[in-house]
């Protein structure tokens, strides 16, 4: 039994008439760049994130980028992010002249370790952002204390966790900024590249709408140096049809992570498979279902290509930590060791995990995972 490690054509079919109807609607008006659709979209995804206001942008890296941008960072900055993430987390505090400063991960949930943070700190440091890695939130109460105590920024990348909880507070509610994105493959995932930035301070949310368009308000006087990040109407419709749904198909991966734990607990692979787990006070989308296999990569890599020989997909999130970037070697935190997040580019693999999937197709990924360890 083949099993894709992400079907949207399942998901679509849902809403397929309601995407075609709002989308349509778009091309006949012809307004295709901000607008009414840009604005339901922003007021609803703020009021779904907890979060007094919203603004789309063009993709999460962008959102990334225009919450430093809002926030003045810039050349000789240092900013606090995790060594282990997508490139962007860390990509955008370079590209605008700032340093990254990497800090170890905890490999209960792949996020930041808060206590490892402080020994980072440096009267340069002006900003902490907090991935919730794979749908789950960090310890941001902890990153917050901090934060407040020293007065710098908390930018949460919430690019894998819209929706994501912790403690009844959503993702991108408890940070000075969220970072979201939508990419096709996310929980929430536009038709293309789409993103958005949260925050519960309405003059800074007006920065950033200026931000958003080349920091231009009236039309052609700029305050600002910002950029061209605005989101497409057609995606914020997209969007919008797709956001009263977004709380059904996480909690269908959430059951099909717990039908995993049971599953795998059949199997007997025992601590050869360590399964991730909601952590208290969380509630984890499981964007991806990542496990791990201790005993190392030639483990991990034989499982995965196991998988792929018989159909099933499956996918490396991240083969390498940041600091072992090639672009990241002049970094001066980039010359040391982060074993945990090295732990983790070497242990770890995601295995599908998509609402829509079946408890046969669950069961037969756990069997071709459980035939491989036997092999």
């Known amino acids: 039994m083949a099993v894709p490690l992400l079907d949207l054509k399942q998901q679509y079919a849902t809403i397929r008439d309601e995407v075609l109807r709002v989308t349509n609607e778009v091309y006949e008006s012809q307004h295709f760049i901000l607008g009414k659709r840009v604005d339901d979209f922003e007021r609803d995804f703020a009021a779904y994130c907890q979060c007094r206001r919203a603004v789309g942008v063009s993709s999460g890296t962008d959102a990334l980028l225009i919450a ?19 490139f962007a987390t860390a990509g955008v505090v370079d590209r605008l002249g700032a340093v990254p400063v990497f800090v170890d991960i905890d490999l209960a949930d792949y996020n930041i370790d808060p206590a490892r943070i402080e020994e980072r700190l440096s009267d340069r440091t002006r900003a902490i952002i907090p991935v919730h890695l794979y749908g789950q939130m960090a310890e941001m109460i902890e990153i ?10 908390v930018i949460e990348d919430a690019a894998q966790a819209a929706g994501a909880e912790l403690h009844g507070r959503r993702a991108g509610s408890l940070g000075t900024i969220g970072a979201y994105s939508f990419f096709p493959s996310k929980n929430l995932g536009a038709f293309g590249d789409a993103g958005a930035v949260t925050t519960n301070d309405d003059e800074l949310a007006e920065k950033l709408v200026d931000f958003r368009i080349h920091g231009m308000r ?20 997209i969007l919008h049809v797709k956001l009263p749904h977004v709380d059904e198909w996480s909690e269908g991966r959430r059951r099909n992570a717990r039908l995993y734990a049971e599953l795998f607990a059949d199997a007997g692979v025992g601590e050869r498979v360590v399964l991730p787990r909601e952590l208290d006070a969380r ?7 990542v496990i791990r296999f201790p005993e190392g990569r030639e483990t991990r890599d034989r499982v995965m290509e196991h998988l792929k020989s018989a159909g099933i997909g499956c996918e490396v999130y991240y083969p390498l930590t940041l600091p072992q970037q090639k672009c990241f070697k002049d970094v001066p935190s980039a010359k040391e060791s982060y074993p945990k997040s090295e732990a983790a580019a070497l242990q770890t693999l995601a295995i599908p ?11 037969e990924v756990v ?9």
């Open 353 to 363: 995990v998509y609402s829509e999937l079946t408890k046969d197709q669950l069961a």
């Open 283 to 289: 509630r984890h989308i499981f964007n991806q279902y």
């Open 218 to 237: 009236p039309k052609y006087y700029h305050h600002y140096v910002g950029g061209n990040f605005r989101i497409d109407a057609l995606q914020a419709a």
């Open 144 to 153: 917050n204390r901090l934060a407040q105590r020293l007065g710098i920024a």
């Open 68 to 86: 430093l941008m809002a926030l003045g960072i810039g050349p000789g900055d240092e900013v606090i992010v995790p060594a282990y993430s997508f």
């Open 367 to 375: 069997r071709g995972v459980a035939g491989a360890l036997s092999s």
